[in-house]
């Protein structure tokens, strides 16, 4: 923790510690799922594709978005994302994620993004995020394993929301799905050839089928698709 800078502008305001140096790469990736009842037969195929061993997360994520006042109306999307854990040091910790827009790539076989993280301590997350103009769209816990290959990062996890806001016992939590997300991918350096690196995700992706089918999924066009105007009747 060596590179982390303290801000407190105010008095009254948290202690707030933020990543002097922002990590920008870029990501391949591709998403598939897979009904929950399955999800033993895919470790199967994961134990015998991947590196020894397994991690098991249960991760707390919001998404907010960022707008701009202009007639162009932009969604940025930002990430924020806890690991859940009993300490209360770790607890404070926040890992800050934003997500560009994909390439405009038809040829590459996966979506490829720009990506920046950076780890984020403080006591009152909310309030930090509000402080940049952010608002939240969405909330949910994943619950899952993590993989890997060399490189590639292979993460399975159900989905849960609460039914009460700020409450996140077993209790108050319901499941989004009977089906298990599947994401499967490479970070890259920021200026890096992703071609090859998304050739091999491909390449890795299809050895998992008939189990689940990975797909380069084009989430961005529903994102930032405008409404037709309602037409006007004679």
Known sequence: MD???????????????????????????????????NI??????????????????????????LRTSGAMDVKTDIKLRRRF???????????LRYIGVPEPDQKCP????????????SQDMMTYAKALGLRMDYEYITQGKLWTKGNIKILHSTLTRTLRAGTYDSNSLKSMSDSA?????????????????AKSLRDFAD???????????????????????????Q
């Open 85 to 95: 854990r009993t300490e209360y040091q770790i607890q404070n910790y926040w890992q």
């Open 181 to 197: 997300l599947v994401e499967i991918s490479i970070s890259l350096p920021e200026s890096a050839e992703y071609l090859p690196a």
């Open 110 to 121: 996966t979506i490829v993004r720009k990506e920046i993280s950076s780890l984020v301590h």
């Open 40 to 65: 033993p037969d895919l470790e199967r195929r994961l134990a015998g594709l991947c590196d020894p061993g397994s991690e098991e997360f249960s991760e707390h994520e919001m998404s907010f978005s």
């Open 3 to 37: 590179n982390l800078v303290d801000i407190d502008e105010e008095g009254s305001r948290p202690k707030l510690s933020v990543n002097s140096t922002p990590y920008q790469t870029q990501e391949c990736v591709l998403y598939g799922s897979i009904f929950a009842k």
């Open 207 to 233: 050895q998992l089928m008939p189990l689940v089918h990975m797909e380069k999924v084009d989430y961005w066009k529903k994102m930032f698709s405008t409404p037709a105007a309602p037409t006007r009747r």
